[in-house]
């Protein structure tokens, strides 16, 4: 069991850190977040969360999942490119 937990942590650290990012601009009265991660499943997969929103809402969370962590972390860098493109901070 200890094994087990060992590797877990050691396959968490791998992944990239949750990321958050947010975009405001008061002349279009916008204010949005979003925040993507990582997660690993318990079938040996990954999973995308991707949860975004107005700021200050509770939002709303989708879940992509992913047999290897190398498409996950593809996925994970092309949302981040396109939300950083689109003035996301």
Do not use: H, W
Request: one cysteine or more; charged letters at 25%; glycine letters at 8%.
């Amino acid at each position: 069991m200890t094994a087990q937990l060992n590797l877990l942590d050691r396959l968490v650290a791998s992944l990239p850190p949750r990321l958050y990012l947010c975009r405001v601009d008061p002349k279009q009265r916008m204010s949005r977040f979003y925040v993507l991660a990582i997660e690993p499943t318990l079938f040996g997969g990954y999973c995308l969360v991707r949860e975004y929103g107005r700021i200050g809402s509770g939002g709303r969370v989708m879940r992509q999942f992913f047999a290897t962590v190398d498409e996950a972390l593809e996925e994970y860098r092309r949302l981040r490119r396109v939300k950083t493109c689109r003035g996301y901070v």
